[in-house]
């Protein structure tokens, strides 16, 4: 079964950092463009970052600077790694993977980042 799982999720302290994960499985993210999207209740979804089939990196000008996405060599995970975080960063982090060149994506479930003192 294909499929998308987050982790890395949890409580961190204004300014400090976590990584989040996006692993696949049953399939190789190799000719994917992998996205991280944030939600908070009452508000739309919002995107993050971006990850192209070919390694181009694209972020939301809120998390410029602080964020940053990567590809794991296995094709299989991709990271948000992210730095100086602020409160507003508080979300339910959800990846999803889109096949480059289709219409076939996937959804994980969401990881709860809580950004507070």
């Known amino acids: 079964q294909k499929q998308l799982e987050e982790s890395g999720g949890g409580l961190v302290q204004p300014g400090g950092s976590l990584r989040l994960s996006c692993a696949a499985s049953g399939f190789t993210l190799r000719n994917y463009v992998v996205k991280w999207y944030r939600q908070t209740p009452g508000k739309e979804r919002e995107w993050v970052a971006t990850?192209?089939?070919?390694?181009?990196?694209e972020y939301d000008e809120s998390v410029k600077g602080r964020f940053t996405i990567s590809k794991d060599n296995d094709q299989k995970t991709v990271y948000l790694q992210m730095r100086s975080l602020k409160p507003e960063d508080t979300a339910v982090y959800l990846c999803?993977?889109?096949?480059?060149?289709?219409?076939?994506?996937?959804w994980g479930q969401g990881t709860q980042v809580t950004v507070s003192p």
């Open positions: 990850i192209t089939n070919i390694d181009i990196a």
């Open positions: 999803n993977a889109r096949l480059a060149w289709g219409s076939t994506q996937y």
